[in-house]
């Protein structure tokens, strides 16, 4: 009993501890941001490998996701003869939703894990106290760049997202159900509204691409040191990203859409 | 007066005492030695020294400042002029050789490229690895690797060096090669060289002082001469390498004897 509880202690303890590390990571690497805009070169070889890697991976789900949409929402609107509306659906579905939300959780897989296992490698063979002792500050020459290569990259990503899956929507509705295309686009239009569809969309994704790349950095940075450890920290960013992602879609939603 | 000063360093891994009061004088021009069994916490006098730990008690004086009283900008300031050679290289795995070693150039200088390539590729030539510029560093051996390190702790010609096993994974060749180069660039450079290292031989051949340590302390200090000539048994143990003696191979444990009695009782 007596060791539950301790357990228990030591485990909430453990993780306040890493919720301060990890806070004072990111302060460090903010600090270290400005500094980039200096030495772009650093910048643009991570909106490479972070950003431009992932690009397939999202136009395919995007398309998919889209024509899956589509398919599912004309099901359900030819019930009611509101076809026609299937443009608005699946847009709005994409923007407010799953082109910020689905997207964030590939782009966790994808780029989030790849950042955890390269910063834990870099840890486990010294390069990053090669660094230190070389005199440069690792957070600001190998974390502050991808952090925020992540952050530009998430927002692009999402709104390819929704571009290619508002696409495989009219793929599906128009060409292979028979909705009218003039309908499709124009309700779509009509009823997408900038600023409350669109740009929330684009706040989430930022949200999300913000938490992600913070949380695949901090694992990798405090990774133990090993093989195993990095392996588990590379699953961490997956996990932990996951649940960021969809709590705080829940929060920003209610807070986007709560009253309207 | 010494560029390094130690004093009274007391350093502890959980209840593990990593070192219990160790004095040590590292003199300008010279190049000491740190020797002792393996475990005994060498790298980590390293990495005390260039303020990457922080010791329990005790202080550590670099060139006139102590290195953990320093703000992080000064602390960066003295690494600038400490060149270390880390026991597995530690080489940024993403850019060849080449780059590595121009790596500390290219941070803290605003030198051109072309006096980037030729430093980078004096410093290569004196490792004798100029043909591997272009090769990625998972494509060096350990040992090349090490070397190519090498080069890159000194490309900002620094006022001290730090070897921690410098030569270990080295053939007789580039292992003669390496002691006479570290023996070479510490009088031509005017280096402070601290050399961590198993090699007995080798070491004594360039060492000015060699401290041996054991167990949190230091052990015996001074020239090579005076070490071998040295009355103490641990000494002479460790100077021969003889299987026999005070020195404990293992890692602090109970008997074996009394490990294998406690498996049976258990089983
Ligand atoms: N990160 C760490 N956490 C806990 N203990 C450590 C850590 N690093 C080293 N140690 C312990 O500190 C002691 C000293 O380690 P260190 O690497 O300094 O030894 P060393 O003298 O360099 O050995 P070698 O000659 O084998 O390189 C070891 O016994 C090791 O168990
Ligand atoms: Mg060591």
């Known amino acids: ?260 | 007066m010494p560029l390094i000063k130690i004093r009274d360093l007391h350093f502890y891994r959980g209840d593990r005492a990593i070192f219990e009061g160790v004095n040590i004088d590292i003199y300008r021009g010279k190049i000491t030695a740190i020797m002792g069994p393996s475990g005994t916490g060498k790298t980590t006098l390293l990495r005390l020294i260039g303020g990457q730990l922080r010791p329990d008690r005790g202080t550590i004086e670099v060139d006139g400042q102590d290195v953990h009283k320093l703000s992080r900008s000064e602390l960066y300031e003295l690494r600038k002029r400490m060149g270390m050679l880390f026991q597995s290289g530690a080489l940024l795995t993403d850019i060849p050789v080449f780059d590595n070693v121009a790596f500390p150039l290219r941070e803290h200088t605003d030198l051109p490229e072309s006096m980037i390539h030729d430093l980078v590729l004096m410093k290569l030539q004196a490792v004798g690895l100029r043909g591997a510029r272009d090769l990625m560093p998972s494509e060096l051996s350990g040992g090349m690797a090490r070397r190519v390190a090498l080069a890159r702790a000194v490309t900002l010609d620094p006022m001290m060096v730090m070897y921690d096993e410098p030569f270990t994974g080295q053939d007789p060749i580039s292992m003669g090669t390496l002691v006479n180069l570290i023996h070479k660039m510490n009088d031509a450079m005017d280096l402070t060289s601290i050399v961590v290292s198993h090699d007995v031989t080798e070491t004594a051949e360039i060492a000015d002082v060699i401290y041996l340590l054991s167990e949190g302390k230091v052990i015996e200090k001074g020239s090579p001469v005076q070490l071998k000539r040295s009355s103490s048994q641990w000494v002479q143990q460790f100077m021969q390498g003889l299987p026999d003696g005070p020195v404990p191979f293992h890692y602090s444990n109970v008997s074996l004897a009394d490990d294998l009695f406690a498996q049976e009782e258990s089983a």
């Open chain 1, 1 to 260: 009993m007596i060791e539950t509880i301790r357990s228990l202690g030591r485990w909430g303890l453990g993780t306040f501890e890493r919720l301060g590390r990890g806070h004072l990571f990111l302060f460090r690497t903010l600090a270290g941001v400005p500094e980039i805009f200096l030495r772009l070169s650093l910048l643009v070889h991570q909106l490479f490998s972070v950003g431009v890697l992932s690009v397939f991976l999202i136009l395919i789900s995007g398309l998919f996701v889209g024509m899956v949409l589509g398919l599912q929402g004309y099901n359900t609107l030819v019930d009611f003869g509101a076809e026609e509306s299937l443009g608005v659906l699946v847009s709005l579905s994409l923007v407010r939703e799953l082109g910020p939300v689905v997207s964030a959780l590939l782009f966790a897989g994808r780029a989030g894990s790849a950042l955890t296992a390269e910063i834990g490698l870099m840890k486990s063979t010294e390069q990053l106290s090669g660094m230190e002792m070389m005199a440069v500050d690792p957070i600001h020459r190998v974390i502050a760049p991808r952090f925020l290569a992540g952050l530009i990259s998430m927002p692009l990503l999402a709104a390819l997202f929704s571009a290619v899956g508002i696409f495989g929507g009219f793929l599906v509705g128009h060409g292979l159900l028979g909705v009218d295309d003039g309908a499709f686009w124009s309700q779509m239009q009509v009823k997408t509204d900038w600023y409350d569809d669109v740009l929330n969309g684009v706040i989430k994704s930022i949200v999300f691409g913000f938490v992600v790349t913070w949380i695949a950095l901090f694992e990798g940075y405090d990774a133990t040191p090993t093989s195993e450890g990095v392996g588990r920290a590379t699953t961490r960013t997956v996990v932990h990203s996951a649940f960021a992602i969809l709590g705080l879609d829940f929060v920003l939603t209610a807070l986007m859409f709560g009253e309207g």
